[in-house]
């Protein structure tokens, strides 16, 4: 399999392992997460190191050592992004498998086992045209001030959702026009979406319009947007305007 036939395999692969677990009925709650985390993170690390044995892997849910830092290729991925979605049955919970290539988001997958559907690198859509009143995705739980503060100067409507993946793919799926986040993330949150994304001819970047890089050693990575080309030119200033009292702290 190519990097990316594997990526899609392996987030296809895990959704399903997750949905299993959640339907056996033998976890509610804050159990289902960590059930579902930890059972489809050995699935992918394994995998990985079965398929790839040469490359560089960082999971949100494996201890971190420094020998990734040294190798071209990394694999980065979330087993569950999202688990409170996930332990709380919604379906806006992904799985995320994506390869930084010299800390560049180069290849990815992102499976909404929910929806039935594994959004990839390889094989990009065309992107539907935007609405006339612009869609800014959102966390449901805790929106971060600049995504409020800047969707209320471009008049856009807030969409509420889960997890960064649900969010990131969202504008793909066309239930979105806008994602910015600025409340804090690590690169398993956006490394395969971001590889998703860009394969689609979405802009991808931090939130003050420098590249995101991945494969460091610190793996926060607090910001992010994503939008189509059109926009990224008036959300970027618009943040950039934004006085001190609507910035995240």
């Not at 590889?195 to 610190?218: E, K, M």
Request: a negative charge; hydrophobic letters at 40%; one cysteine or more.
């Amino acid at each position: 399999m190519t990097d990316a036939e594997l990526a899609a395999h392996l987030a296809r692969e895990a959704g399903r392992i997750l949905l299993t677990v959640r339907e056996s009925g033998m976890f509610e709650g804050k159990a289902l997460g960590k059930a579902g985390d930890q059972t489809a993170n050995q699935f992918l690390v394994h995998a990985l190191r079965q398929q790839r044995p040469g490359d560089g892997l960082l999971s949100e849910e494996s201890k971190d050592t420094p020998e990734r830092l040294d190798i071209e290729r990394v694999w980065i991925v979330d087993p569950v992004d999202g688990t409170r979605e996930y332990g709380e049955k919604r379906a806006d919970w992904a799985v995320h498998v994506g390869l930084s290539i010299n800390r560049v988001a180069s290849v990815g997958a992102v499976a909404l086992p929910g929806c039935d559907a594994v959004l990839r690198s390889d094989q990009p859509a065309v992107v539907a045209s935007a609405p006339e009143r612009l869609r800014m995705a959102v966390s449901r739980t805790r929106p971060a001030a600049e995504a409020t503060a800047v969707a209320e100067r471009l008049s856009a409507e807030l969409v509420p959702m889960g997890s960064a993946g649900a969010k990131a793919m969202a504008i793909i799926r066309g239930e979105a026009d806008i994602y910015l986040h600025s409340g804090g993330q690590f690169e398993w949150d956006s490394c395969a979406p971001v590889a998703v994304a860009l394969a689609h001819g979405l802009h991808c970047s931090r939130i003050d319009g420098s590249p995101l890089v991945y494969n460091q050693r610190d793996t926060y990575l607090p910001d992010l947007l994503i939008c189509r080309p059109e926009h990224a030119e008036r959300v970027l200033g618009e943040v950039a305007g934004l006085p001190a009292d609507k910035r995240t702290a």
